[in-house]
């Protein structure tokens, strides 16, 4: 489109590492000046609808008003300041709301930087747990196969040792518990095979086990598989009968995705601990949390450590916490339940997708819609199509979804879906 470039892609190229990529086979990234509502800006003149909500993240779009504001205020007051022997009242505003929304249990706040590192967080809690109330036979998790938890070494430890991107690093990582995928799909009958299953490694590994970490309701990066809640709630009945910590790690589905604030709320059960991240701060700044029990806190802080040893620089950072502040009370003001409703009714549209040669399943649940192919996806052959139809959608494996901004109205989704059904059908994978 003949505008001027000033992003130096070739000095990207050279020099810059994007997200699981190859420095000498490097696929293409698109040259993006700004992003507002759903619309991702390129600098070749292009708008793109967003399906993505930058990887769960930005749930009210891009440059919300109320957000942005939220940032400008803070910023003119304090940007950032240590967190050790400090507090400021973005952080405590946070954590009174953090505490107020999530199960009841959850009276704790540790803040954190990023997902990974809250996952990391949740671990040592959980082992510092133990070890506080002198039981230290309890040094392992025990974990489904098809989970995802970050890029971090512990939180790598508890990915599908083999489906992962991790499994290149196995030698160096703990060996934890895996117990099988959640096999029942959300809505089916439960089979309560799986039930029994999960009781006999239960049952002979328990007193190895500090805990069990699990996403749930959604196992995403490790294939986008929407499970039966009552395997949750199996999983809650089995650490208690067992003594094991059992930790949700919501990072991807919290703040209304699957259609509930948390998705724990589908099996009507309380985590220990729980992980939260992305779409925290509306996916404007990197933040995220972990949340625990006044039992475990008080037991860790009056264990032999006396305190729970980790904290980032970046630890409440203000400028985060006010800006999640502003998201929680934006998404809580409105309907959210409604705007769910209706990007589900919107993403059904991709059923159409089942029609076609290699597409082995099309699911939707909440604001969340993927469609699965039986053949590995050529991510930059597929991406430049949908960049040609002004749509942004990064496929993953053999895997298509869209889990779009909740301000994202039916005809964009439609327009989604249309460019999903349009590269399949066309081969261009
Ligand atoms: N857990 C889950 C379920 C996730 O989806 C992710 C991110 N994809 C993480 C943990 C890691 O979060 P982050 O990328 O912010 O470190």
New binding site residues.
């Given amino acids: 489109m003949n505008k001027k470039q000033t992003i130096d892609l070739d000095f990207d190229r050279q020099h810059i590492w994007h997200p699981y990529t190859s420095m000498t086979q490097p696929i293409p990234v698109y040259p993006v000046t700004h992003a507002n509502h759903n619309l991702i800006h390129l600098e070749t003149g292009e708008q793109l609808i967003d399906g993505m909500a930058s990887?769960?993240s930005a749930i009210h779009g891009y440059g919300h008003p109320v957000l942005k504001n939220a940032v400008i205020e803070q910023v003119d007051k304090m940007s950032h300041v240590m967190f050790g022997g400090i507090t400021h009242q973005p952080a405590v505003e946070l954590c009174k709301k953090l505490v107020a929304i999530t199960p009841s249990k959850l009276q704790k706040v540790f803040l954190a930087d990023?997902?990974?590192?809250s996952?990391e967080v949740a671990i040592k809690m959980a082992l510092q747990y133990w070890l506080s109330q002198g039981v230290t036979s309890k040094q392992k998790l025990m974990t489904p196969l098809k989970g995802?938890?970050?890029?971090t070494f512990a939180?790598m430890s508890v990915c599908d040792p083999i489906n992962s991107m991790h499994s290149l690093y196995q030698g160096f990582l703990p060996e934890h518990v895996f117990v099988p995928a959640p096999k029942t799909q959300f809505g089916q009958q439960f089979d309560k095979l799986e039930a029994h299953h999960l009781a006999q490694y239960f049952e002979e590994h328990h007193q190895h086990v500090a805990a069990f970490i699990i996403?749930p309701i959604v196992q995403?990066?490790g294939g986008m598989n929407f499970y039966h809640p009552e395997y949750l709630r199996t999983v809650r009945e089995l650490c208690d009968r067992y003594g094991v910590l059992l930790i949700c790690?919501e990072?991807?589905t919290g703040f209304g995705r699957t259609g509930k604030l948390f998705a724990v709320e589908h099996a009507d059960i309380e985590p220990d601990i729980l992980?939260i991240?992305?779409a925290l701060t509306g996916g404007m700044m990197t933040l995220?949390a972990t949340l625990t029990t006044d039992k475990i806190a008080i037991g860790i802080s009056e264990g032999e450590a006396g305190v729970l040893m980790h904290g980032p620089t970046f630890m409440g950072n203000p400028l985060a916490c006010a800006v999640a502040c502003a998201s929680i009370d934006l998404l809580l003001e409105q309907d959210w339940q409604a705007q769910i409703a209706h990007l589900n009714d919107a993403l059904q549209a991709l059923h159409r997708c089942n029609d076609l040669e290699h597409v082995v399943d099309v699911r939707t649940l909440g604001a969340i819609g993927v469609v699965e192919l039986d053949t590995v996806i050529d991510v930059a052959k597929i991406q430049a199509f949908f960049v040609s139809k002004n749509v942004w959608i990064r496929p993953f494996g053999k895997l298509i979804y869209l889990m779009p901004p909740y301000i994202s109205c039916s005809g964009d989704i439609t327009t989604l879906a249309n460019a999903i059904y349009a590269a399949i059908a066309g081969k261009h994978y």
């Fill in positions: 990887w769960w990023s997902g990974s590192v996952v995802y938890h970050g890029d939180a996403e995403n990066a790690d990072i991807a992980c991240g992305k995220s």
